[in-house]
């Protein structure tokens, strides 16, 4: 896709590989996109959902060498999915700012199967219609540090948002459904011990939420409703916030610089660190600091 719309970068943050596939979003932003019409998407078994983040976004379609009715020009939010089985055209007629999840279908069977829902084998909402979709616009934005600063995001935050975008593609828009009633309630003592050693043991988030499902012996879906349920926040915040506590500790008894606190609790840099920390706390480290040794 970046090629075909005339970008010449184009930065990307993907999954762990499931069925030797992974889910992949990319920063897509083209000023000045190619006036015809694009040559057509590679075919191959599985989708896209591209969400636009600039407003008055503006493109013709053709499916199958079909043209699509032509729609007013859309707001920023706007999403559109791609079946790429079939033959996907485009012409632009606006600059392009957007968001995009490929999702591989080997890949979607596997979080369905694992999670345990039904397989979906077709997207039920329009192709390449766009329309307003808060949750991928939201799942979509928290990705936008991501490409921006790509030393900072942990495997397990991007692997949380990969997984919450394909498994909302699979139950919104694709018609998949639960096979068994969804557990309810938070994780048992043992899996909450489990959990807090593998995450204690792993801040610097180089774990994935598959991993820490399977120590649970729960799916990634029911993992994520679980952990939250008992901790208040999804398992990447929470790591987050442990990384805070072990630097306040470290500040609190030594007098180590914050870029080498910032380096031991597993931050990629002291900008990185001072920004959620910041986030978390309501001031700065070093304010923190001057505050409780002065």
Known sequence: ?????????????????????????TRLIVDVPPADRTAPLQIEDGFIAAITFQDGYERESWIDGRALPLQRP???????????????????????????????QRALHALADANELSRAEQIQT??????????FVELGRSLLPAF??????????????????????LTGHAGAI???????GGLAPWQQRRV?????????????????????KLSA????????????MPPHRWMLGRRVERAKEMMTRGRQ???????????????????VFTQVVGESPAAWRRARTS
């Open 1 to 25: 896709m970046a090629k075909i719309c005339g970008a010449e970068s184009a930065p990307t943050v993907s999954s762990r590989r499931l069925q030797n596939s992974s889910m992949i979003a």
């Open 74 to 104: 859309q707001p920023a939010g706007s999403l559109s999915f791609m079946d790429l089985r079939m033959k996907n055209e485009a012409r632009f007629a606006s600059p392009v700012n957007s968001v995009q999840f490929y999702f591989p």
């Open 126 to 135: 329009q192709l390449c219609w766009l329309f307003h979709e808060p949750v």
């Open 148 to 169: 921006e600063r790509p030393e900072e995001p942990s495997r397990l935050f991007v692997d949380h948002v990969l997984t919450a975008s394909a498994l909302h593609l």
């Open 178 to 184: 639960a096979a068994h009633r969804v557990r309810k």
């Open 196 to 216: 807090i050693e593998l995450l204690d043991s792993n801040l610097s988030g180089d774990i994935s939420l598959e991993d820490l499902a399977t120590a649970c």
């Open 221 to 232: 879906r029911h993992f994520t409703r679980a952990f939250t349920q008992s901790n208040g």
């Open 257 to 275: 610089p914050i870029e080498e606190i910032a380096r031991l609790t597993s931050f990629a840099n002291q900008s990185h660190f001072t920004r």
